[in-house]
């Protein structure tokens, strides 16, 4: 059944009413976000702290308030998940969003409703907007990919789950009811099952919108579907869910029980794999209008691998800037990753990203911004984030009224984020000093780099110049992936679900750090060097020695 264009018309020029008032005076409403929100949590253990009551001004919450990262925020939300009440906010959170932290420990993020309203208002105006540009993107099913939404209890027993969930539950009712995808799936633990039961339902179906966050689940999807097409072909025929994927009998009988055998589909399938062609999206979708991911940042290499499986024809936009603490942005365009901030959603400082580090940086409004300008955002937030430090760095590029346009660029210090891994230099000395211990041996020097177009992370390390048996090589990689699995929860994520490749170990010419070293010195007249232990510049592979691979991971 085809959506009424008129009333989601009317539904989207509604809630945009109050975006172009906001967006045409950026500093009054900024303003007004920033005084209501610390008038609401002043009498909050923080904002006693922090003398919310007699913060008049900008200017003033500056002085009394620090910038700070999650571990400052740790203490009070460890109150908070334990029963504590107007900890950060005076509404209490009815859950938590669940993202990798800096150290072993993950990080928990608040959740209020007044959050959660948030979610919904910017989620539907995405699909509103979407629509209105692209009438038929919603005339099919709608296959979209979560994790659970809730993952576990904290001791207090609130739930905690993914951000991806959250934002995808405040959907709109009218989207809701064209999923092809029921909840059940988001539940399957193994990734490789999980994949399967997505594209075996989801192939049968007529999908004309694909939108997950990260391109490179789509391309996992469509990949794993046109791997195992056989099967998916045999259970459609069947009505089935095969065997030869290990998903608890509960949910099996669940997903099995609403399906029924489909020869006339299978047959039509059939004919690509009897062609020996791949299974692609491009002929089973034929009514695909639209897909919805990131297309910024490191995670947008993967898009250039869209036209093996997509018609060049479908148009692919931004879900916008959007993480774990927050939604940001909201894109209206499919050109480039943009999107126009979320005025209303958070309280925004940015600081030039030439002046990242700095004692005294300057700290600018939105309203202060400069087209093409990059900058390291700090975000006030409804959830009891105060001027936190996401460690982002965003580009403006343009105005929507006087309202920025903003992409996100990369993640900011000492991190690397190749598929959302969000990977941090502390967790790889961690991992190496165990790895070190582990396979008995004594590195060197070291570093890494992101293998963007490989999607994984190199190692490279230098002994002392004694041959070394590849057993313990092999070992000092394993144990390097194995720890950082322990260390990072989405790094975890990302290596189970194949989107992250398992990593490679390069073993340097003896000398390589020593002369790396002098050809910086030399390049900078003097300057100290400091290596830099992770990185996105990849380094020569003709300085290796020998070259250490994982034993091939192929999905099961």
Not at 424 to 453: C, K, P, W
Request: glycine share 8%; hydrophobic share 35%.
């Amino acid at each position: 059944m085809r959506l009424d264009r008129r009333s989601v018309s009317t539904l989207s020029r509604r809630i945009w009413q109050t975006w172009e008032h906001a967006t045409s005076n950026p500093t009054k409403g900024q303003q007004n976000f920033l005084s209501q929100l610390l008038r609401r949590n002043q009498s909050t253990v923080f904002g006693k702290e922090h003398g919310f009551a007699s913060i008049q001004n900008i200017d003033d919450y500056r002085r009394q308030v620090p910038i700070a990262d999650y571990e400052h925020f740790r203490p009070y939300v460890e109150q908070i998940s334990a029963g504590a009440r107007r900890v950060l906010t005076r509404e209490q959170p009815f859950m938590f969003t669940l993202t990798s932290g800096t150290t072993g420990e993950a990080k928990l993020i608040p959740v209020t409703k007044a959050a959660q309203t948030i979610h919904g208002k910017l989620t539907t105006l995405w699909y509103c907007r979407a629509f209105l540009d692209h009438e038929r993107c919603f005339d099919g099913k709608i296959l979209g990919v979560v994790s659970p939404s809730v993952e576990g209890l904290t001791r207090a027993g609130i739930p905690y789950g993914s951000a991806s969930a959250l934002i995808y539950g405040s959907s709109p009712p009218w989207v809701k009811r064209r999923r092809a995808i029921p909840n059940e799936v988001s539940e399957i633990k193994d990734f490789t099952a999980k994949y399967y039961v997505t594209m075996r339902l989801g192939v049968e179906q007529d999908i004309s919108f694909f939108g997950t966050p990260n391109p490179s689940t789509i391309l996992k999807l469509v990949e794993t579907a046109d791997r195992f097409k056989e099967e998916i072909v045999k259970d459609i025929r069947e009505g089935g869910i095969s065997h030869h994927f290990e998903l608890a009998d509960d949910i099996r009988q669940k997903l099995v029980s609403r399906l029924s055998a489909n020869p006339k589909r299978s047959k039509e399938l059939d004919r690509f794999v009897s062609e020996g062609q791949n299974l692609r999206p491009a002929e089973y979708w034929p009514r695909l209008k639209l897909i919805g991911c990131w297309k910024g940042g490191t995670v947008g290499v993967r898009l250039r691998e869209f036209d093996r499986w997509f018609a060049k024809e479908t148009p692919v936009r931004d879900l916008g800037y959007m993480a774990s603490e927050a939604q940001i942005s909201l894109p209206i365009s499919d050109r480039g990753a943009a999107g126009i901030l979320a005025i209303d959603a958070n309280f925004y400082e940015f600081i030039p990203e030439t002046e990242i580090g700095g004692a005294n940086p300057t700290m600018l409004t939105c309203a202060e911004l400069d087209e093409g300008g990059t900058y390291h955002i700090v975000l006030t937030t409804p959830g009891g984030l105060y001027r936190y430090d996401i460690n982002d760095v965003v580009r403006v590029t343009g105005f929507y009224n006087q309202t920025p346009l903003i992409e996100f660029v990369r993640k900011g210090r000492d991190v690397s984020n190749i598929t959302g891994e969000k990977l941090h230099v502390n967790q790889i000395i961690q991992a190496m000093e165990h790895a070190q211990s582990a396979a008995g041996l004594t590195v060197q020097h070291y570093r890494s780099f992101a293998d963007l177009e490989k999607s994984r992370y190199t190692f490279l390390v230098e002994f002392d110049g004694a041959t070394l048996p590849k057993e313990a090589l092999s070992c000092l990689l394993n144990e390097l992936d194995s720890r950082l699995h322990q260390l990072n929860v989405e790094y975890a994520q990302k290596r189970e679900s194949r989107r992250l490749a398992a990593p490679v170990l390069w073993v340097m010419k003896s000398g390589w750090f020593d002369g790396k070293a002098r050809s910086t010195l030399q390049r900078a007249g003097g300057a100290q060097f400091k290596s830099q232990l992770l990185t996105t510049v990849p380094e020569d592979p003709s300085e290796a020695l020998l070259i250490i691979e994982k034993t091939s991971e192929e999905l099961k």
